[in-house]
């Protein structure tokens, strides 16, 4: 599976923007999708995961309420749209997908994602 992030760029704070993920190869409807963050000088984060069937989903607990991840599996694509960005919400943001994993077991570290993309920064600043 091969995955690739997209959307990210300058954004004010308060601001919103939608970052995509796009899968190619694989039964996308088998792997559940999760993004991840890592800012600088800091540990990767989890951010959010969905389900391959989209029916369940799991956030980090700095994201809850701002972030809602969504995914369309005609189009092989999972959408993270952010909203009330604060500056430290800057870093780089990485889809990845591991197959028949629970969101939460992603989200909790206690399962592996298998496949990662490259990432797209989203910077909030004034």
């Known amino acids: 599976v091969q995955l690739q992030a997209s959307g990210g760029g300058l954004v004010q704070p308060g601001g919103s923007v939608r970052l995509s993920c796009a899968a190619s190869?694989?039964?996308?409807?088998?792997?559940?999708v999760g993004w991840f963050r890592q800012a600088p000088g800091k540990e990767r984060e989890f951010v959010a995961a969905i389900s391959g069937s989209g029916d369940k989903v799991y956030y980090g607990d700095v994201m809850r309420g701002r972030f809602t991840i969504s995914r369309d599996n005609a189009k092989n694509m999972v959408f993270l749209p952010m909203k009330s960005l604060r500056p430290e919400d800057t870093a780089v943001y990485y889809c990845?997908?591991?197959?028949?994993?629970?969101?939460?077991?992603?989200?909790?570290?206690?399962?592996?994602?298998?496949?990662w993309g490259k990432g797209t920064l989203v910077t909030v600043s004034s």
């Open positions: 190869g694989g039964i996308f409807s088998t792997y559940t």
């Open positions: 990845a997908a591991s197959q028949n994993l629970d969101p939460i077991a992603a989200g909790t570290g206690r399962g592996d994602m298998e496949y």
